[in-house]
């Protein structure tokens, strides 16, 4: 389509260009045509006048060449006959008339071939001539004729002439009007072409649009349906609301209700928990301040030896027999039985779990504000450490883990009613009656030295130990691990060093029920004592003699202090020793004290197991004074 203008615009181009040639063609013409009017007139007086003129007009007038070719041809035609253009001449000269009396005896013309006149009838020669003559006249009269006509249709054909130079011009005027035109057409082509592309190129946008626009009208539809199931669905849930609304304020109702019931059953659990802490408290005192459990550790090869019996009936008891071969050999050997009875006798089959169950209890006291005191006492072997400590496995641990787990998960507990407990645990050595950090974890060369001290208030610390903060079971673990590093770093210093001096594990622990005003600290001391056996005297000597000498002094110390603390003597020697020192504020008056006495089962073991026996019986039968929380 856009192209039909374009070729057309050529074609208009195309025909301009011919006109224009045409233009130039007609220039010639033009001013051939005007200079054509000068030699007419001569040209035409020259035919009639004389005959000199002719050949100027033939040469300068060639659009009147049929003009001349009708007259000068006639007159040109005269002169070839020599005999009529010299008499012509001659007549013209003589007076230019020329008009002759035409010769009747001339009867024949210098062309045709007549009867040939006589060389002595002149007068027929003369009326021959005149006849000529009159025959060039008519001629000529003829031929004036035509040249006017011919003048006439000159003047039709000058005039038809301009008319086509005005036509001409006008057209010229036109063409470049045209031109002109063209030019602005071009430009318009170019902007058409512009144009056009713009309407593709809006075409094309205008179907994407239109196939958006379908797009959105169906998502339109769509949306539509699916406001009206919106509304509809809002208009449900607004009923559900309006519902649950007022559900809501019944139950904001109930909740304002239950609030004041909850407070009122905190108050009543509070009460309820110093209750259960006062009975609690009673029922140990029931059991006693101080409490000795005996635990007889499994035969290597698994089983018990027959020197050690339990009693089948109670777990209290135990009886360590020894059969006297008699020394004539005739009588019956004697067996000589040792009863004892304690708070609780484990035999070698009980588990670790069985074993904490009991002192779980006294655990709980430690919570509830108690200072409560474990000892494990015994010959090297018997089991001590795997009784406090215990093994790697969950069901091997022994007794601290287990009870600081128990505390943790208690505190927990109790900090739903508004308590809020610290932890701090401390792990010391005592050696030759010298204290170890065993939560030291710096340069071997800068440990430092310890001191017991005791406050104003009766509180004893030791100088530069690490007390290091707890709150979880497995930080008191790895605790463990650290002192364990510590303890064979010593030991492979000093061969069996562990056995021969005592750890003491001592958690603090920190109540406060802030809502209550109400505060609670106590200490949780778990003791691994130094091996119990005696040596020979003889046998020991150097630092071995005075190793022993430190821990036979402790531990009989302890069975002293205890002992007057049971006869509630006014003196307590706690200061005869670094154990009983340290030990001092878990002990006695204000403490709950767990001893125990582990049992190797080995025969060569027996006056061993009886020695630990005797010292634990008599430990069992003090009586520590009664017990009161320490509460501010
Ligand atoms: P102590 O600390 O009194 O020197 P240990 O606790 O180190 O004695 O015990 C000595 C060995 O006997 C250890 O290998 C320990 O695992 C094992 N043992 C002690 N008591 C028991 C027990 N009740 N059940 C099983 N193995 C025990
Ligand atoms: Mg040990």
Redesign the pocket.
């Known amino acids: 389509m856009s192209r039909l203008p374009v070729s057309a615009s050529k074609r208009v181009l195309l025909t301009s260009s011919s006109s224009s040639e045409n233009g130039q063609d007609f220039a010639p013409a033009q001013k051939k045509i005007r200079k054509d009017p000068e030699p007419v007139k001569p040209h035409a007086a020259a035919t009639i006048i004389s005959g000199r003129r002719p050949p100027v007009a033939a040469t300068r007038a060639p659009i009147s060449r049929p003009v001349r070719g009708v007259g000068a041809a006639t007159v040109a035609g005269v002169p070839s006959r020599g005999v009529l253009k010299q008499s012509v001449a001659s007549t013209a000269a003589k007076g230019g008339n020329v008009k002759p009396t035409a010769a009747p005896t001339a009867p024949k013309t210098g062309a045709g071939g007549g009867t040939k006149r006589h060389a002595w009838d002149f007068k027929g020669k003369v009326s021959d001539m005149e006849g000529k003559i009159r025959n060039y006249q008519t001629k000529v009269k003829t031929t004036n004729q035509e040249n006017e006509e011919l003048r006439s249709t000159m003047a039709q054909t000058q005039s038809r002439v301009s008319e086509m130079e005005k036509k001409l011009e006008k057209q010229t005027r036109q063409i470049s009007e045209y031109e002109a035109e063209l030019q602005a057409l071009s430009g318009v082509r170019d902007e058409l072409e512009t144009v056009s592309s713009d309407k593709c190129t809006l075409e094309k946008e205008l179907s994407s649009l239109e196939s958006k626009y379908k797009v959105v009208e169906t998502l339109r539809d769509s949306q539509e349906t699916e406001l009206q199931t919106l509304k509809m669905k809002l208009s449900v849930q607004e009923s559900t609301m309006a519902r649950l609304q007022a559900a809501l304020r019944d139950s904001e109702e109930e909740v304002r209700s239950l609030k004041d019931t909850v407070v009122q059953q905190k108050d009543e659990l509070h009460a309820g928990e110093m209750e259960r802490r006062q009975l609690h408290n009673a029922i140990q005192e029931l059991k006693g301040n101080i409490r000795v459990f005996c635990?007889v550790?499994?035969l290597v090869e698994g089983g018990l030896s027959k020197h050690i019996q339990l009693s089948p009936s109670d777990n209290k008891t135990i009886t360590l027999a020894k059969t006297e071969e008699s020394h004539t050999g005739k009588a019956a050997d004697t067996q000589k039985n040792y009863n004892f009875s304690f708070d609780r006798v484990f035999g070698p089959q009980s588990l670790q779990q069985e074993v904490f169950e009991e002192i779980s209890l006294l655990v709980q006291s430690a919570l509830d504000g108690y200072n409560v005191c474990c000892f494990a006492y015994?010959q090297?072997?018997?089991?001590?450490?795997?009784t406090m400590e215990g093994g790697e496995y969950d069901e091997c641990r022994g007794v601290i883990p287990r009870a600081v787990k128990q505390i943790f998960r208690a505190a927990e507990k109790l900090g739903t009613q508004g308590w809020e407990f610290t932890f701090t645990a401390s792990f010391v050595e005592i050696y030759n009656e010298g204290l170890r950090d065993l939560l030291y974890s710096g340069k071997a060369s800068k440990r430092p030295e310890h001191e017991i001290r005791k406050s104003a208030n009766n509180e004893v610390t030791i100088t530069n130990l690490t007390y290091q903060r707890v709150c979880s079971e497995d930080q008191v673990l790895h605790l463990i691990m650290l002192a364990n590093q510590n303890r064979s770093t010593a030991q492979t210093a000093q061969n069996d060093r562990s056995?021969r001096s005592h750890s003491v594990f001592q958690l603090d622990i920190e109540g406060v029920n802030a809502g209550r005003d109400v505060k609670c600290k106590s200490t949780l001391c778990m003791v691994d004592l130094a091996?119990s056996e005696r040596m020979l005297k003889s046998q020991s000597q150097g630092e071995r003699f005075k190793e022993m000498t430190a821990i036979n002094g402790s531990l009989s110390n302890l069975g002293i202090v205890i002992t007057a603390l049971a006869n509630k003597e006014s003196y307590v020697p706690y200061r005869n020793s670094k154990l009983t020192y340290l030990l001092q504020g878990c002990l006695g008056g204000n403490s709950k004290t767990l001893m125990f006495v582990?049992i190797a089962p080995e025969t060569d073991s027996f006056g061993e197991t009886l020695n630990s026996l005797r010292f634990a019986s008599k430990v069992n039968d003090c009586v520590i004074g009664t017990a009161s929380a320490n509460r501010k």
């Open positions: 635990r550790r499994p015994g090297t072997g018997s089991g001590k450490t795997y056995s091996g582990n």
